[in-house]
């Protein structure tokens, strides 16, 4: 078979708009985009709030200049200020790209697209469509996929890379259906998987399968990951599952309310109050659960998110979404009462270490979305500039795999190597005596990293946090898999990811560890303060004979200088 | 994981799920395993599903992902009904369960089967490509990202309701066409085009009526409206249904198709009598050849069995006729005036 140009790892907003992408740069490629579901449940349809762009639809003086500038103050400075550059300057092009294509928006009395304030953004510059922009975008993209006749291979498990020295001869995957390990050869390969939040499993708002597999592929694969300890907690999860109340449920005005009813964010933030960025309005609602203000219940302290005064109307039409969740998930009508919420992991500000093309130190190899790391969030992402990171870095990805797709020629992916892989994966998990189960692990592993690795942190806690994920690592040898059939194995399915989000938080929590300093999301209780001079940097964790080592890498700087960072 | 909430003082329930199980490579034939677990109230019936995965049988196979109830993924059916697992309470399902502490799990209807409670949405996705379920953009591509459409709240709120679908197929599954055609179009597909129709953006309208109108397509519902009922999202499908067909008449004109001449049928009829006038119904739909071709046989059995409708003359209007038509003039200027100020 002739292999393929580009093979597209993960079916959301940053693969799709590659394969698009890649194909109106280049039709004659041979293009395929892999997903281990149908690519319209991908995650991005998750995304509620909105996409920022400086339209200036709704503040008539917003510019791109200002939107640069709140996303890398957001970021405490780790963000690199030309990637920045990109990200925002492509913004207002992109969002009427796809207005242009038929993704429908809200909008404003003007017929222009509505756009709402969000948290640490200077101006109302968020685009959305109600609560379910994500799903919007999604939609339009995979039905625009549709029209152009990109090829899915739909429900395939990825596995690997397959690396000759420092190149790649393309992908090895997992078809859910026959239980076959099957090649993938192509001269460039798009990993576009999404993010790894999911580790923190019940205290994460992510979905089940946002388990970090193109990371960990890259990982085994030797390619860097970068900045792997900033994960972002978002300030609002539904108190029992973890699962997600939009920041535009305060954009549109809803108030954090502690047990004494108190707007507790005035301590916190007195400008910017519930719209502060994520990261510190989360360390706030933490804060108030330490210091006793949070309401208890055997499910967990929280605290209230109230919406009832913003009326019946305007929740049932801007928020629909939210109130359906409440209803579901906690029984709670948020017209009628506050919703009970605490932080919840929900984006990993890491990745795969790319340059501003989307390249990665591998040849033909390139990372894009939340799955890559550029870096435009640096230590922090501002709450819609994720949906606007897969759309400009998507795009970007695809035309820079179809233009060089012609530079590389790969190697053949051997049955041998095949075979390998299926005994790997399948050879191994069916230990005789003792063997451990993948639920506990998985619940182990949420445990730790949510008390260890989780909002605030600690040299000791971190140590523990290290101890614990190399001993889940021992006992993940032992794990069984009780399901035998070849045919869609979600039991198999789940064990592999597992072993996936055990590879990542070793690099989490290192880096963690060895980041002395707070910034951003990353919070070190024994070094509350943001130490420029030692660490203005990005860590790189690179996997050396099966050992996490760390690196580092200079941020590129610009017009922005370094200064204290308050809202 | 233990399935747990904070409510655990409100007790507890054993509650038996009976699942759908088959196993392509091993099974002949499909089968149910009994899983009795204890549940608390607020647990939703993937949770169960999940736990009984983790903790009593492994091979249990079924699909999920966002378990939020915004992917997609999960729908199959609980206790007969299609739905989301996710976002489906284990207590509201037992409140109306017909055997008492028993739910039954199956998987979707009208989509292949592939393994225990997952089947192939390809079908879906294929009807999806062939009913142009895009918007194909009135710009050509070389100006997009320039400037804006301008659309009015007004244009989006005609979409708005139709863009919440997920493809969860429960409608899919409780089609009462698609499990004697296997071929329709289906009723997200319908949803879908509808959207793509009313959206001045697009491009398209025209030839995606003209598939519409064909063999299997929007004429073939029969209103059952079982697709709307089970809509995980509350959407009004049937109004996308019905859409589509107003927008084929005004479009295309009444003797278009098979099916604008049957509903234009009814309309006369029910206008003139009250009632349909069911000797002739088949002729004036299908014309005179296809129905001697097509129905002889079958209208000589019914001769022999005394079956057959009353001829024309001798079709009696239905009592109170005349109020009747009056008020069927209201309903119709009605909804010409809905259709006036929809389509300014």
């Known amino acids: 078979m002739k292999p393929f140009d580009i093979v597209i790892v993960g079916g959301g907003g940053a693969g799709l708009y590659a394969a698009m992408e890649a194909m109106k740069t280049n039709p004659a490629l041979n293009i395929a985009v892999l997903s281990k579901v149908y690519p319209n449940r991908s995650h991005t349809s998750a995304a509620q709030g909105g996409a920022n762009a400086a339209l200036g639809n709704k503040a008539k003086d917003d510019t791109v200049e200002m939107h640069i500038f709140d996303t890398i103050k957001g970021g405490d400075y780790l963000a690199d200020q030309d990637a920045v550059d990109v990200l925002c300057s492509e913004a207002p092009k992109i969002i009427r790209e796809l207005e242009n294509m038929g993704t429908p928006w809200s909008r404003m009395e003007d017929n222009t697209i509505a756009q709402r304030p969000f948290g640490g953004a200077g101006r109302p510059r968020c685009c959305y469509c109600s609560d379910k922009t994500g799903h919007t975008i999604l939609q339009t993209l995979y039905e625009q996929c549709l029209k152009k006749g990109v090829i899915f291979f739909n429900e395939y498990f990825a596995l690997n890379l397959s690396v000759s020295g420092s190149r790649s001869n393309g992908l090895i995957a997992m078809n859910m259906k026959t239980g076959k390990v099957e090649a993938f050869q192509a001269k460039t390969v798009i990993l576009a998987t999404g993010g790894y939040a999911k580790m923190y499993w019940n205290r994460s708002s992510n979905a089940a399968g946002n388990t970090g597999d193109g990371q960990a592929i890259a990982y085994r694969a030797g390619i860097p990951l970068k900045d792997m300890e900033f994960v972002q907690f978002h300030p609002t999860g539904l108190r029992k599952s973890g699962l997600l109340v939009t920041e535009g449920a305060r954009g549109e005005g809803g108030y954090l309310l502690n047990k004494d009813g108190e707007r507790f964010m005035s301590r916190y933030a007195p400008e910017k109050m519930e719209l502060g960025p994520r990261d510190l309005v989360s360390r706030s609602l933490e804060t108030e659960i330490l210091q006793g203000r949070g309401f208890d219940s055997p499910a967990g302290k929280y605290l209230h998110l109230d919406l009832t005064h913003l009326g019946a109307d305007l929740i049932k039409s801007r928020l629909p979404q939210i109130r359906e969740m409440s209803m579901n998930f906690e029984g709670v009508d948020p017209i009628e009462e506050p919703i009970p919420v605490r932080p919840t992991a929900h984006y990993s500000m890491g990745g795969i270490d790319t340059d501003n093309q989307t390249r990665t130190v591998m040849e033909g190899v390139y990372a894009a979305g939340e799955c890559g790391c550029v870096s435009v969030h640096g230590a922090n992402r501002l709450g819609g500039n994720s949906l606007l990171d897969i759309l400009v870095f998507g795009r970007i990805a695809g035309r820079t795999a179809a233009e060089e797709a012609g530079k590389f020629t790969p190697g053949r992916i051997s049955e041998a190597e095949l075979a390998e892989q299926f005994e790997e994966i399948r050879g191994g998990m069916h230990p005789s005596g003792r063997y451990e189960r993948y639920g506990e692990l998985r619940e182990e592993l949420g445990q730790t990293l949510a008390l260890n690795v989780g909002i605030f942190r600690e040299s000791s806690l971190l140590q523990k946090g290290i101890s614990d994920i190399a001993e889940l690592k021992e006992r993940f040898k032992k794990v069984r898999i009780s399901d035998s059939s070849d045919v869609f194995n979600t039991n198999l399915m789940q064990v592999l990811e597992l072993k996936n989000m055990l590879d990542l938080a070793e690099t989490v929590a290192a880096g963690a560890y060895a980041r002395q300093e707070s910034r951003g999301s990353h919070t070190r209780i024994d070094f509350p303060v943001r130490d420029d001079a030692n660490w203005h940097k990005h860590t790189l964790a690179t996997l050396v004979k099966g050992d996490v080592t760390l690196g580092e890498k200079p941020v590129t700087m610009g017009r922005y200088e370094l200064q204290e960072r308050t809202y | ?344």
């Open chain 2, 1 to 344: 994981m233990t399935v747990s909430t904070d409510q655990h003082k409100e007790g507890k329930k054993e509650v038996t799920f009976r699942v759908f199980r088959f196993n392509p490579q091993v099974d002949s034939k499909p089968y149910f395993d009994d899983y009795t677990i204890p549940v608390e109230r607020g647990v939703t019936v993937l949770r169960s599903l999940n736990y009984i995965k983790e903790h009593i049988d492994g091979s249990v196979s079924f699909r999920a992902f966002c378990q939020a109830g915004i992917c997609g993924s999960c729908g199959m059916r609980v206790n007969g009904l299609s739905q989301l697992a996710c976002t489906t309470q284990v207590w509201d399902v037992l409140a109306k369960s017909r055997e008492p502490g028993i739910i039954k799990v199956e998987p979707l209807r009208n989509l292949p089967l592939i393994k225990d409670l997952i089947v192939d949405m390809d079908p879906l996705v294929g009807k999806m490509v062939h009913y142009s379920n895009w918007v194909d953009s009135t710009m050509p591509e070389a100006q997009m990202g320039k400037k804006e459409f301008l659309i009015s709240e007004e244009e989006f709120l005609r979409y708005d309701k139709a863009t919440d679908c997920i493809l969860c197929a429960s409608c899919v599954s409780e089609c009462s066409i698609l499990r004697a055609n296997k071929e329709y179009v289906s009723p997200a597909v319908l949803l879908k085009s509808y959207r793509m129709n009313v959206d001045s953006r697009d491009a398209s309208h025209d030839q995606r009526l003209a598939e519409l109108v064909k063999d299997h397509g929007v004429w073939d519902c029969t209103h059952c409206y079982r697709c709307q009922e089970s809509c995980v999202k509350s959407i009004p499908i049937m109004d996308a249904i019905h859409g589509i067909r107003e927008d084929a008449i005004e479009s295309r004109g009444k003797h278009d198709t098979s099916g604008s001449k049957h509903a234009e049928a009814f309309m006369t009829d029910i206008e003139k009598k009250g009632k349909l006038i069911e000797a002739t119904l088949p002729i004036r739909t299908n014309g005179v050849v296809w129905t001697l071709q097509n129905l002889l046989p079958m209208a000589m059995k019914m001769i022999m069995k005394r079956r057959t409708p009353p001829p024309p003359p001798l079709v009696k209007s239905v009592k109170g006729i005349k109020i009747f038509r009056a008020m069927f003039k209201e309903m119709t200027e009605h909804v010409k005036q809905d259709h006036k100020s929809h389509n300014k």
